[in-house]
């Protein structure tokens, strides 16, 4: 029994040490799933603010055509409202599926801006539908998709921890 005693704090500093392992190791497991986790979905959250942007985008450049073929837009590819509306029509339903996933995955400041960018978007295909010719007033709706569009890439960039980016405003020159 004495040699036990003598032996037991030898024991004991085995026991703490083991334990002490054990819960580093489970700790530092613990910190890596949960940084991976968090990697796995902030990846999949660039995927879907990204694919939200090029679906609303296809929308924006089919207006741009209709527009340039109404006298409003310098856009050098003109498109005929007729021609223009199944490719919008495409375009809406590709962009309804993108919407829902942002919902979904995205941060409250990105889906409002998101939201006010695609408002500016209806704004533009509302003109572009009545076959109104106003270089002026289009402008101005280009200004707030702009706007729009760059406050949506502020937003995703905040939220996903990323330096800023370019305005993408740059002067068009007329053709």
Known sequence: M??????LPALIGVVIGALGSYLAIVRGDRARFQREREARWEERRL????????????SVTLTYR?????????????????????????ATV???????????????EVVDKAR??????????????????????WRELLERQRAGREGYYAAVRDDLALPPGHSARWPVTEV
């Open 47 to 58: 995927d879907v603010y990204a694919e939200y942007a090029r679906t609303l985008k296809k």
């Open 2 to 7: 004495n040699a036990f005693l003598q032996q």
């Open 116 to 137: 006010a960018w695609v408002g500016a978007v209806m704004e533009m295909e509302r003109f572009m539908r009545a076959g109104t010719h106003d270089p002026g007033a």
């Open 94 to 108: 590709d962009r309804d599926p993108s919407g829902e996933a942002l919902i979904l995955l995205g941060s409250t």
């Open 66 to 90: 209709v527009a340039s073929h109404l006298g409003n837009d310098p856009h050098p590819h003109a498109l005929t409202p007729a021609e223009a509306e199944p490719l919008l029509a495409q």
